[in-house]
Nanobody, 125 residues
Framework: QVQLVQSGGGLVQAGGSVRLSCAAS????????MGWFRQAPGKERGVVGY????????AYSDSVKGRFTISRDNALNTVYLQMNDLSPDDTAVYYC??????????????????WGQGTQVTVSS
C-alpha cells in the first residue's frame, strides 16, 4: 500500500504561480511513477503529467507543456507540481497518483493504483 498526502493549492490570479506537493509513504519502493491529474467541474479527470520514480524522466500533456514542471525529492518521497503562467482554464481539483505497474500508459488514470485526496486550485481572471 502507498499513501499519498497532498498540500498546496488555493486561489491565485491569472498569470501567477502555485506549487503543489504530494508526499508518499508506505511501500514507496513499489512505485514506478507518480502522476498529476486534474478535474474541472463537469469534465473528466485528465492527465497533467508524470515523473518516473526514482529515475526522474517526465512527460506532460500538451496543455501544460512549458508552463508546468514536475519534480521529485527521493529522500523525502515527495513529488512537486510547479504551475506557472496560470489561466482560469487551469482551475480544477488536482490529484497526485502513484503507479506501480510498468508497461502501462502513464497518461491514463486507469494506470494508477493510489491517489491523493485532491486539492483545489482556482485561478481568477
Amino acid at each position: 500500500q502507498v499513501q499519498l498526502v497532498q498540500s498546496g493549492g488555493g486561489l491565485v490570479q491569472a498569470g501567477g504561480s502555485v506549487r503543489l506537493s504530494c508526499a508518499a509513504s508506505g511501500q514507496t519502493s513499489s512505485m514506478y511513477a507518480m502522476g498529476w491529474f486534474r478535474q474541472a467541474p463537469g469534465k473528466e479527470r485528465g492527465v497533467v503529467g508524470y515523473i518516473r520514480w526514482p529515475g526522474g524522466s517526465t512527460a506532460y500533456s500538451d496543455s501544460v507543456k512549458g508552463r508546468f514542471t514536475i519534480s521529485r525529492d527521493n529522500a523525502l518521497n515527495t513529488v512537486y507540481l510547479q504551475m506557472n503562467d496560470l489561466s482560469p482554464d487551469d482551475t480544477a481539483v488536482y490529484y497526485c497518483a502513484a503507479r506501480t505497474r510498468a508497461f502501462t500508459d502513464g497518461f491514463l488514470a486507469s494506470a494508477y493504483d493510489y491517489w491523493g485526496q485532491g486539492t483545489q486550485v482556482t485561478v481568477s481572471s
